[in-house]
């Protein structure tokens, strides 16, 4: 859960810098990407349940599309500036997958704990 809460974090930033064309770095905004990896959260006797875990953030090194703009005054040639390289719908795909994937990981906790209640009752 708390995998898909910084994917959903990560999403947003992307979202809110989609039209930021010079950073503190210089340069437009670059899309950040979330990289997971698995790690052991317990045993079932057979090597072990596996999780998610963010692994770290990467720059996605995707170019960045230019945007043809007029010049200052009339007769001057158009400027060509980089653009970030955020997608919106990448990144609402992310979005609704992370939601998704924390929706359903709140229904198996529930269903753990309701199973967990049952069996309780059962030993009674």
Known sequence: MAAQRVRLDIAAQNLANANTTETAA?????????????SPIGDD??????????ARLENDPSPFPVKEVPGANPGDP???IEQPNVNMVNEMVDISTAARSFE????AFEAL???????MELGR
Not at 26 to 38: K, L, S, W
Not at 104 to 107: D, E, L
């Open 104 to 107: 359903a990981n709140v229904t």
């Open 78 to 80: 158009p400027r060509q």
């Open 45 to 54: 006797g057979e090597g072990g349940l596996q999780g998610v875990q963010v």
């Open 113 to 119: 704990k309701q199973m967990v209640l049952k069996s």
């Open 26 to 38: 210089g340069g437009p905004y670059r899309r950040q990407e979330v990289v997971f990896r698995a």
